[in-house]
């Protein structure tokens, strides 16, 4: 899978995704005001990719405004789109960076998210996969940030913009473990009730009371978890 769909032939500055650009067509016009060489292409990875001099590395950017981050990690898409932008970074000379737009005021007013929750999905970003994240107030400073780095990184010794391979690979067991655990009950409290009871299947044996001894699970968590395993499933009314 590469991050181009197709070749470019002409040098640009900045490679738009196709679906970004539709949804944002004034961050498009803004960057082409300042005289940046947009292209609009089918990007499989982020929504901004920045490209550099030989002598620099080039920057794929993912983009979410704060309310699109948290409903990221309410249905766990946030989590194959780092696996993404880390596989991108790691397979490729190329820096991955996660814009996160807004105030978390907004977030306090307008949903119901716990805002430590919030942060600490970001810590779980930054400190276990090691994806950098940019604080953005607003749409503004986000197109000024994209062309100001975009002009920084040079257009001199700029070519023509081949296709980049990026492969996904497939998951180890391992990870599918923490990936299904994840799904249940969210990354941090994940991992430390895989650490406390190795498998899955220990996890879905354990009473109420067991798994409150896990740190962070309190008894509603516990109760939750517990249902979890031992609610049966029906076929929803059509």
């Known amino acids: 899978m590469g991050i181009l769909a197709e070749a470019l032939l002409a040098p640009v500055d900045i490679v738009?995704?196709?679906?970004e650009a539709s949804k944002q067509k004034e961050i498009v016009e803004e960057l082409r005001r300042r005289g940046l060489k947009i292209a609009v292409h089918n990007l499989n990875v982020g929504d901004y990719y920045l490209l550099a001099s030989e002598d620099k590395k080039p920057i794929i950017v993912e983009r979410k405004t704060i309310i699109d981050?948290?409903?990221?990690?309410?249905?766990?898409r946030i989590w194959e789109q780092v696996k993404l932008l880390k596989s991108v970074e790691e397979s490729e000379d190329i820096i991955a960076i996660l814009i996160i737009e807004g105030s978390f005021s907004l977030l306090k007013r307008f949903t119901k998210w716990n805002l430590t929750?919030?942060?600490r999905v970001m810590d779980e970003i930054i400190t276990t996969w090691n994806l950098r994240i940019l604080p953005s107030p607003n749409k503004d400073?986000?197109?000024s940030w994209l062309a100001a780095k975009a002009k920084s990184l040079g257009t001199s010794a700029r070519k023509r913009i081949a296709r980049l391979r990026v492969e996904k690979k497939p998951m180890t067991l391992n990870e599918r473990i923490l990936y299904v655990a994840e799904g249940l009950?969210?990354?941090?409290?994940a991992r430390k009730l895989?650490?406390?009871?190795k498998t899955l299947r220990s996890?879905?044996?354990?009473?109420?009371?067991?798994?409150?001894?896990?740190?962070g699970v309190g008894e509603k968590r516990a109760r939750e978890i517990y249902a979890i395993f031992n609610t049966p499933w029906s076929e929803p009314k059509t």
């Open 16 to 19: 738009v995704d196709s679906k």
């Open 69 to 76: 981050f948290a409903n990221s990690i309410r249905d766990n």
């Open 117 to 119: 929750a919030v942060l």
């Open 141 to 143: 400073a986000t197109v």
């Open 185 to 189: 009950v969210g990354p941090t409290i």
């Open 194 to 197: 895989l650490r406390h009871f």
């Open 203 to 215: 996890i879905a044996n354990a009473s109420v009371a067991e798994l409150m001894k896990v740190e």
